[in-house]
């Protein structure tokens, strides 16, 4: 390379992203005899360097960053990063790509080092923002000027909520968490999102880039790591943060760093637009018209760093890292990480000792080059650095293998999270960058290739985990094959899973999707019921036709008020006009259109109507059977409450009862007995569970269904007493008694007072079926009185008041099963 007094063609060409200038470069070097162009990334060299590889041939193109050494012995173009440029090689043509970061706090020195001092022996070109053209004429005062307009239009659309953000965006943020938690809100609401940050290895990006441009997903959301060189079909770019860490403090980015991300959007001839979300708030009004219209301020200094060091001390050393310009327009750029290891070291009794020739601080400025991928310049990394440096100034004079190997080893290993194995790529880089340090290795070539597929392989794993975290891919699929109005191939297995498209999507519960995660709301989950619902309309179809052809034991009642088919719910029961004659309502879903819905009300309801049929037949042949006058009103009165009624609710109707009545009435099964009237067959458990269900239907209230076979039950607090009454139980105080026990319990205490007072005895207890105190509570609540005495309590009945509609019955203590009962129905005639 020549200095700039040698005057070769040094053209600039400057404009916003999107205008070509690489891809000119790229040209013209190519047109050239040899060549070289710097870039500010490793993977844009990369790439590039695949390109002319594609175009010249592999024996005669080298790649050169300080991590990955390509130099064939006939090599004539040279793809670098802008630090690892062969400075003194002569080519014909040479480039530097984004000159403007001549103006970056970390690296611009090594730009500007490269703008004053790299030239090509026939063109060299710089490459970049208008920003930077002030100081590049001043400062390269030969230099021309092509100033390229941008392919396509930017424009600024305002604010949106991701939730809102049309396919093919890029949402911007500047930290790792931030990045990673907007991720994870995308993968929930648009089904997946790739994810680049600068902490990223180039393969790893590379794999999250190719996956969004190979429509994988929809969405990106990175770092500012998009804003240089990653050619991307992005439509929008949303910025969900305008502040940055730079290394020293926060600060607001300036329109122009912001125009370089937005300038990410629409590529080529398509236009791009560029926004914000909704946390930030929107764009001041002038920083959107500059970003639209590429008028931004001129950069005012560039950082510059003496390029003349002396070895013959580490004082002499960082003496001269810290001489000032002299030119106008530059200014001394803040301590690198390199000079800040140098000052570590230097504090170090042992390095100093060793560093006490030129030799020696050359070589321990070479270490402290030695870049810390994870930017974090810790002691760690400072403890390192001076481990390397004291094997390297050893009389063997390089690196132990097994020291090597034992570090490279540890950092060979796949498993961890995200984190992890972005710190592992982190450090396994700096071993290759050690690796390819020259005489530092004995065996450099092994641990080049070593070092190089321990990284590929942590970075596959990174790129895996970030697949997995932030990638849905059944949803991704699936909306993709929505938006493309693809038909959408679905099964239904026996057991109801839905597979759309070959991925298991949720269950098919009768007619209603339940989507695998859960219906949370957002647009994936939305997309996914989606897909399933275009997907099972025919299956939907064959459904709703075998349910209507279904015979009767299909079907059965479920808990509460639902109705299954096959064991699944599809319909429920609603209040009728009388607790015997409820209504059916087919279960919503989306699934079914009106004219199905009906179908499936329409069968489920005959068949609601035929299992009411059986199970209250009895009470049915009553209502059916030729009865008259009080027999008629007493079986209306059964009827609607459900098969049994307290007799003080029926006295009347009972009274007027003729002998052939009564007759009629048992023939038909039902007791009239001393406290209730109830048709006997409905005290079944099957009967006990239909009369809880539609009474709980008809009032709206849940009615206590006691075990089978309990004959009675702790009251339970708060339900309704009516509510045991409809199933055949009678409250008495804490607990209900069934109704032929409570007869049968009634009768038993009037035969034993028959006598006088009495106790509790065996019988009495066994027929209630509950506890002496309860017991007690029960003939209490049957009109008995308790009395303490010398021999215990003992109970009286209760006093017949003249009129009453007991007055005139006889043999009250009679059992109402008793054969003997049938002689109260007995009409004697002298």
């Known amino acids: ?64 960053t300080g991590e990955e050494k390509i130099v064939p012995a006939a090599a004539r173009y040279f793809l670098c990063t802008v630090e690892s440029m062969p400075v003194g090689r002569r080519v014909d043509f040479l480039g530097i790509d984004e000159i403007q970061m001549c103006a970056d706090p970390d690296r611009g020195h090594v730009f500007t080092d490269r703008l004053l001092r790299a030239r090509g022996e026939t063109e060299t070109m710089f490459m970049g923002a208008e920003t930077i053209k002030p100081l590049i004429r001043r400062l390269v005062p030969e230099a021309e000027f092509i100033v390229r307009p941008r392919f396509s239009t930017l424009a600024y659309t305002g604010e949106r ?67 240089m060189g990653l050619n991307m079909d992005v439509d929008h770019v949303a910025f969900a943060a305008t502040r940055k860490f730079d290394g020293k403090a926060v600060r607001e980015l300036s329109a122009a760093e912001l125009a370089q991300i937005a300038g990410r959007a629409g590529r080529h001839m398509n236009n791009g637009t560029f926004g914000t979300t909704a946390d930030i708030g929107p764009f001041d009004a002038d920083v959107a018209e500059r970003i639209e219209n590429h008028r931004f301020d001129a950069l005012k200094t560039l950082l510059w760093r003496n390029p003349d060091l ?44 060793l560093a006490i020739h ?80 020259v005489g530092w290795l004995a065996d450099a070539l092994h641990w080049q290739e070593r070092t190089r597929a321990v990284e590929d392989r942590l970075s596959d794993a990174l790129h895996e985990r970030l697949t997995q975290r932030f990638v849905d891919r059944r949803t991704a699929h699936l909306v993709s094959r929505m938006k493309a109005r693809q038909d959408l191939l679905a099964a ?13 999507v949720g269950r098919l519960e009768g007619f209603r999707f339940v989507p695998d995660s859960g219906p949370d709301g957002t647009a994936a989950e939305r997309a996914v019921t989606g897909a399933a619902h275009r997907a099972l309309k025919g299956e939907i179809a064959a459904r709703v036709g075998r349910l209507a052809d279904a015979a009767d034991d299909a079907f059965r009642f479920g808990p509460g008020a639902a109705i299954e088919w096959r064991g699944v719910p599809v319909a429920r029961l609603v209040a009728g006009p009388t607790p015997l004659k409820p209504q059916v309502e ?53 009827g609607e409450a459900l098969g049994s009624l307290p007799r003080a609710k029926a006295e009347r109707q009972i009274a007027a009862l003729s002998k052939s009545d009564r007759e009629t009435l048992r023939r038909l099964g039902i007791i009239i007995g001393r406290e209730s009237v109830f048709v006997r067959a409905l005290l079944k458990p099957s009967a006990m569970a239909l009369r809880a269900r539609l009474w709980s239907v008809h009032h709206g209230v849940p009615a206590p269904l006691p075990p089978s076979g309990d004959v009675s039950v702790a009251v339970v607090k708060d339900a309704p007493r009516d509510s045991y009454e409809a199933i055949g139980y009678r409250p008495l105080g804490p607990v209900a008694v069934r109704l032929d026990m409570l007869e049968r319990l009634a009768a038993r205490a009037w035969a034993l007072a028959r006598s006088g007072p009495f106790a509790v005895d065996g019988e009495l207890m066994a027929l209630a079926g509950c506890t002496m105190a309860d017991l007690g509570r029960v ?23 003249k009129g009453s509609a007991r007055a005139g019955r006889v043999a009250p203590a009679s059992d109402a099963y008793s054969p003997f009962a049938k002689l109260r129905d007995l009409a004697f005639t002298s």
């Open 358 to 437: 030129p030799d020696a601080i050359r070589l321990l400025w070479d270490v402290c080059q030695i870049p810390d991928f994870r930017k974090v310049m810790s002691d760690a990394h400072a403890r390192l650095l001076k481990r390397i440096y004291r094997h390297l100034m050893a009389p063997v004079g390089r690196l132990p293998a097994d020291w090597v190997a034992d570090h490279v080893q540890r950092l060979d290993r796949t498993d961890g999270d995200i984190e992890t194995l972005a710190s592992r790529i982190a450090n396994i880089r700096t071993w290759t960058y050690v690796a390819y340090q």
């Open 492 to 504: 239904v297995s026996a057991h109801g899973d839905v597979l759309v498209e070959g991925h298991f």
């Open 1 to 64: 390379m020549r200095h700039a007094s040698s005057g070769p063609r040094v053209v600039a060409v400057l404009g916003p992203t999107n205008t070509g200038k690489t891809h000119l470069a790229m040209e013209r070097m190519l047109g050239h005899a040899s060549g070289m162009i710097g870039f500010p990334l490793r993977l844009l060299a990369r790439e590039n360097y695949d390109r002319a590889v594609a175009i010249k041939g592999s024996g005669r193109v080298a790649l050169i």
């Open 779 to 801: 003939l209490a609540a049957l009109g008995f009185k308790a009395r303490a005495t010398a021999d215990g309590v003992r109970y009286h009945p209760p006093r017949r008041r």
């Open 586 to 638: 087919a279960l919503a879903s989306d699934l079914l259109e009106s004219g199905s819905r009906e179908r499936v009300r329409r069968r489920i309801a005959v068949w609601v109507e035929g299992a009411i049929a059986r199970g209250f037949k009895p009470l049915f042949a009553v209502r059916d059977a030729a009865l008259a006058g009080a027999a008629r009103g007493l079986a209306f009165q059964l």
């Open 161 to 227: 909520r991701l939730n809102r953000l049309s396919a093919r965006t890029a949402v911007v943020a500047f930290s790792a968490a931030d990045v990673y938690a907007i991720a994870e809100l995308v993968r929930r609401q648009r089904g997946g999102t790739a994810v680049v940050l600068g902490a990223l290895s180039p393969r790893t990006r590379n794999a999250q880039v190719s996956m969004y441009q190979a429509g994988e997903v929809d969405y990106l959301v990175a770092t500012d790591a998009i804003g």
């Open 310 to 353: 002396r070895f013959t001390s580490i004082e002499a050393l960082r003496r001269s890292l810290g001489v000032a310009p002299e030119r106008p327009g530059l200014v001394r750029a803040r301590e690198a990480d390199d000079e800040i290891a140098l000052g570590l070291l230097a504090a170090d009794p042992e390095i100093r000792a």
